[in-house]
């Protein structure tokens, strides 16, 4: 049973837009949340991570959102640019798990021109 | 330069056939880990290390077997592969305390036929 929930496979926008991935849990025991970027026939790299006692996490273009409430957890990506077409993956980890990294399923950001 | 190498990149061979996937990390991490990735399901955690000898169970481990004799060496052992072991394979590693993000691999694509 995934416990980090992806929902949405793909996501196109254009360039300049903002890209909004979105992320949901379930289990209440994670305290850390972080997004990794895929490129094709390479391994994931860590991109912004968000600790549960913060609601907002900044990096540059971007914005990570956590409302530990409903369980969900969204990625901003302002403004897009085509080298952000990658596969994003959101991942979790706990308190009651350490050492164990659960991931979504993925979405796949294609920005177009 | 920081790195995760594993060894074979790519790897085709016969059920029931023992193999070794190496996986090696020259930025002395304490963690470090093995994830398949298979289409709609993400990253699954395959087993994971917190320091040398001590290793534990991630999500999927049947069929696998992991040791951490050394800490920059984590190899992934497949002592009978079957068709369902058939994936992409990434291992990765990150530090211990305050653990963050993990750095990974570049991938090693496995087929068993």
């Known amino acids: 049973d995934q416990q980090v929930k992806q929902n949405s496979p793909s996501l196109s926008v254009q360039e300049g837009r903002i890209s909004i991935l979105n992320c949901d849990y379930t289990n209440s025991m994670f305290d850390y949340f972080l997004w990794y970027k895929k490129y094709p026939a390479e391994g994931p790299t860590f991109l912004i991570s968000?600790?549960?006692?913060?609601d907002k996490n900044e990096d540059g273009r971007f914005t990570v959102f956590l409302n530990k409430s409903a369980k969900h957890l969204s990625l901003h990506i302002v403004p897009s640019q085509p080298g952000d077409s990658a596969v994003y993956f959101c991942?979790?980890?706990?308190?009651?798990?350490?050492?164990?990294?659960?991931f979504g399923a993925g979405t796949q950001v294609v920005v177009t021109p | 330069e920081a790195q995760v190498t594993q060894n074979p990149r790519y790897l085709i061979t016969v059920t029931g056939k023992k193999l070794t996937v190496t996986c090696s990390q020259n930025?002395?991490?304490?963690?470090m880990s093995w994830y398949r990735q298979d289409p709609g399901l993400g990253l699954r955690q395959i087993y994971y290390s917190m320091n040398v000898e001590v290793t534990d169970k991630g999500d999927v481990p049947e069929g696998y077997k992991v040791s951490r004799k050394e800490k920059r060496n984590f190899p992934l052992i497949l002592e009978s592969p079957s068709p369902n072991q058939t994936s992409l394979y990434f291992c990765?590693?990150?530090?211990?305390?305050?653990?963050?993000?993990?750095?990974f691999g570049q991938g090693t694509r496995l087929t068993v036929v």
């Open positions: 990765a590693s990150g530090p211990y305390r305050g653990y963050t993000e993990a750095f």
């Open positions: 991942a979790a980890s706990g308190t009651d798990s350490w050492g164990k990294l659960q």
């Open positions: 968000i600790s549960s006692i913060k």
């Open positions: 930025m002395n991490h304490e963690y």
